[in-house]
């Protein structure tokens, strides 16, 4: 953990989808106080037609992107917003995501669900400040 998640409509090349990959992790490492090596990057290539919204009550469903963030409790809506619109702007600048159709959701575990066999088990918990 953290364990970040984009579910996309199409098809992306390998080198723009690796290169996302490090963004999101190189900024969600720096923001919120996280050791790289704990993040995994998720990129779910649904196919056309594949994930929906509906923009307007009444309106006709449009293709969108949704990306789901599992993260460690605790932390500030003020910095998950922040970290939201960072890693949104990186969707936007290598893939070409309109801001429009893309949204985040978080979901939040405490260290003892999160283990890392190589890192030494559970995840420390992330104390207030720490950012």
């Known amino acids: 953990m953290p364990y970040l998640q984009l579910d996309l409509n199409g098809r992306y090349s390998l080198e723009n989808k690796q290169k996302l990959a490090a963004a999101m992790s190189n ?3 720096e923001m919120m106080s996280v050791d790289i090596r704990r993040i995994s990057v998720a990129i779910r290539e649904c196919g056309d037609g594949s994930v929906w919204r509906i923009p307007e009550a009444g309106g006709e469903p449009v293709p969108v992107s949704v990306m789901m963030l599992d993260i460690r409790r605790g932390r500030p809506p003020e ?3 922040e970290v939201a619109k960072a ?13 429009d159709r893309l ?4 979901t939040q ?14 995840s420390p918990e992330w104390e207030p400040g720490e950012h």
């Open 27 to 29: 900024t969600y490492s």
């Open 79 to 81: 910095l998950r917003m």
């Open 109 to 122: 575990h405490s260290g003892d669900e999160m283990y890392h066999p190589t890192l030494g088990g559970f």
């Open 87 to 99: 890693l949104c702007a990186h969707c936007i600048e290598i893939l070409g995501l309109r801001e």
């Open 103 to 106: 949204n985040v959701e978080f």
